[in-house]
């Protein structure tokens, strides 16, 4: 018979997941080398967040599902966009790009659509 693991209870796997979605935020935003797919990322935050949901006991105000921001890269051109740019708000289905096509069309004056 197998033991589990510590990183398979509850606060190893997410002390395994704060690690992975602050390493990866940290490719991402500082180097501008992501490691994975945003669909990958949004994964596993959801992951972290569903289970320090489930967890209250081991909430931590630097998890990265609470933390907000960090240092903006300077080696990064502003830009003014002509036209808002729009999230899609983590539509990873068919479903999720129709409530988000809605969400736009309500935003339209009614001629416009």
Same mark, same amino acid.
């Given at each position: 018979?197998?033991?589990?693991?510590?990183?398979?209870?509850?606060?190893?796997k997410i002390e395994?997941?704060?690690?992975a979605?602050?390493?990866?935020? %940290?490719? %991402? %935003?500082?180097?501008?080398?992501?490691?994975?797919?945003?669909?990958?990322?949004d994964s596993?935050?959801?992951?972290l967040?569903?289970?320090?949901?489930?967890?209250?006991?081991?909430?931590?105000?630097?998890s990265?599902?609470?933390?907000?921001g960090?240092?903006?890269?300077?080696?990064?051109?502003?830009?003014?966009?002509?036209?808002?740019?729009?999230?899609?708000?983590?539509?990873?289905?068919?479903?999720?790009?129709?409530?988000?096509?809605?969400?736009?069309?309500?935003?339209?004056?009614?001629?416009?659509?």
């Amino acid at each position: 018979m197998s033991r589990a693991s510590p990183l398979d209870a509850p606060a190893g796997k997410i002390e395994k997941l704060r690690n992975a979605v602050s390493h990866h935020q %940290y490719r %991402y %935003y500082v180097l501008d080398e992501p490691e994975i797919t945003d669909a990958e990322f949004d994964s596993l935050f959801r992951e972290l967040q569903s289970l320090e949901e489930k967890h209250p006991d081991l909430r931590d105000p630097n998890s990265p599902t609470v933390r907000v921001g960090g240092a903006v890269a300077d080696r990064f051109k502003k830009v003014r966009h002509q036209v808002p740019v729009l999230s899609l708000a983590n539509a990873f289905g068919e479903e999720d790009l129709h409530r988000w096509r809605e969400r736009l069309l309500r935003l339209l004056p009614e001629e416009e659509h």
